[in-house]
């Protein structure tokens, strides 16, 4: 009974060993990959469409259309940089402070969980985890991320981001963005306009850029100020960003 047990034990375990070799293989694969060809998909995009199909919506279709960081407006990477993660051109892929303020936050208010996610670790989160809160998945998105900074520029980090980042129900990346809102290319992007798409990021199905709130216009004016105060272009400049 006892080498019964023991075998399956075994036959479990190098089960276990063969799926984290194989999904190490495949996220190291793709950071390879992805650090010069274009993302067809993220993760995220995956699971809005299971999670559609599994509720019978068969007519959601996740839309995204890929550009370079050439292709994009200067004000788009600065706002999405204002409002997400200012030091991001600075750290290594994790804002220590900031992750240290969120948990002193969050040990106080438990009701209003506060993150510190760096621009680095949502695009890791996006291309290749799942949403939702949990120390697994936080535990690959930081393993992931330091794959990403090893790998990848800061521009190309960007660029990924800004392609894959959700602007909206089935909107995703700034090109889809900036049609599906503006009517115009994400290239001619203003910065007031580049402001309210970077101002629903945190939640971009609760905050409607096409009919944005009240809340989401002040954002969109602080992530302005913030903008000004990063000294514009000459801030995405400065730091090769574009």
Do not use: C
Not at 44 to 58: C, I, K, N, P
């Amino acid at each position: 009974m006892r080498k019964g047990r023991s075998s399956l034990w075994i036959s479990l375990r190098r089960i276990l060993v063969r799926m984290i070799l194989a999904l190490v293989i495949f996220w190291g694969g793709g950071i390879a990959l992805f650090s010069i060809v274009p993302v067809p998909f993220s993760a995220v995009m995956v699971e809005r469409q299971m999670s559609a199909w599994l509720t019978g919506d068969f007519g959601y279709v996740p839309h995204s259309d890929w550009v370079d960081m050439d292709d994009i407006s200067p004000y788009m990477g600065l706002a999405v940089i204002a409002a997400e993660d200012q030091k991001f051109p600075q750290h290594w892929g994790f804002d220590v402070a900031a992750i240290e303020k969120a948990l002193t936050h969050n040990q106080r208010h438990e009701t209003r969980i506060r993150g510190a996610s760096t621009l680095s670790q949502q695009t890791a989160k996006n291309l290749f985890l799942w949403d939702g809160r949990s120390w697994l998945r936080k535990g690959l998105e930081a393993g992931l991320t330091v794959g990403i900074e090893t790998v990848w520029s800061k521009k190309r980090i960007l660029t990924v981001y800004l392609n894959i980042a959700e602007f909206g129900d089935g909107v995703f990346g700034v090109e889809a963005a900036a049609q599906r809102y503006f009517h115009k290319p994400a290239s001619k992007l203003t910065m007031s306009e580049a402001a309210l798409l970077a101002a629903v990021l945190p939640n971009p199905i609760r905050f409607k850029a096409g009919t944005p709130s009240g809340y989401v216009r002040n954002r969109q004016a602080w992530i302005v100020r913030q903008m000004h105060q990063l000294g514009g272009e000459t801030f995405m400049a400065q730091n090769a960003l574009h």
